[in-house]
Each structure stands twice: as structure tokens, then as C-alpha cells.
Nanobody, 124 residues
Framework: QVQLVESGGGLVQAGDSLRLSCATS????????MGWFRQAPGKEREFVAA????????YYSDSVKGRFTISRDNAKNTVYLQMNSLKPEDTAVYYC?????????????????WGQGTQVTVSS
């Protein structure tokens, strides 16, 4: 079993930065894909970013490319989402997810483990 716990959300102004953390536990995730998703009120959960735990390739949605960066700290078993130049449309609950595969996908239904989410609110 994999446990994921997000933190780092909050209320910021447009143009500010935030770094979300996803602390993992339960098993080694070297063969997993880690993803970040978000869900705004009344909208479906959408893909934000993903990467293989082991491997340098990263993937982003068009709406965050160039502003967000996904990374991981092996020693801390933690995945991060650095969010820069935040916009009001980035407001959502952000979720960390894990998929026991080395194939990166953007469909949230193909991720098996989820954190509880952390709220990010960007004011204009």
C-alpha cells in the first residue's frame, strides 16, 4: 500500500509562487509514475504534471507548462510541484497520485493511489 500526503497549499496573489509537497510512504516507488492533478469547483479532475520516480522526463499540461515544475527528492521520498507565476485560474484542490507503472499517462482514472489534496487559492 502507498500513502501520499500533500502539503504546501494556501492563499496567494496572482504572480506569486508556491511549492507543494507530496510525502510518500508504504513502499519503494522506483517503478512508479508520480502525478499532480487538480480539481476546481464544478470541474473534473485534470492532469497537471507527472514524472517517473526514477527517470528525468517530465510532462506538463499546456496550461502550466513553463510555470510549474515537478521534481522529487529520493532521500526524503517526496515529490514536489513548484508553481510560479500563479494565476487565478490555477485555483483548485491539488492532488498527488501514484501509478505502479513506468508509463506516464494523464488520465486520473489510471492512477491507483491518491492523497487527500491541498487547497490552492490565487486571488487577482
Amino acid at each position: 500500500q502507498v500513502q501520499l500526503v500533500e502539503s504546501g497549499g494556501g492563499l496567494v496573489q496572482a504572480g506569486d509562487s508556491l511549492r507543494l509537497s507530496c510525502a510518500t510512504s508504504g513502499r519503494t516507488l522506483s517503478s512508479y509514475v508520480m502525478g499532480w492533478f487538480r480539481q476546481a469547483p464544478g470541474k473534473e479532475r485534470e492532469f497537471v504534471a507527472a514524472r517517473r520516480w526514477r527517470g528525468g522526463d517530465t510532462y506538463y499540461s499546456d496550461s502550466v507548462k513553463g510555470r510549474f515544475t515537478i521534481s522529487r527528492d529520493n532521500a526524503k521520498n517526496t515529490v514536489y510541484l513548484q508553481m510560479n507565476s500563479l494565476k487565478p485560474e490555477d485555483t483548485a484542490v491539488y492532488y498527488c497520485a501514484a501509478r505502479p507503472s513506468r508509463t506516464v499517462v494523464s488520465d486520473p482514472r489510471r492512477y491507483q493511489y491518491w492523497g487527500q489534496g491541498t487547497q490552492v487559492t490565487v486571488s487577482s
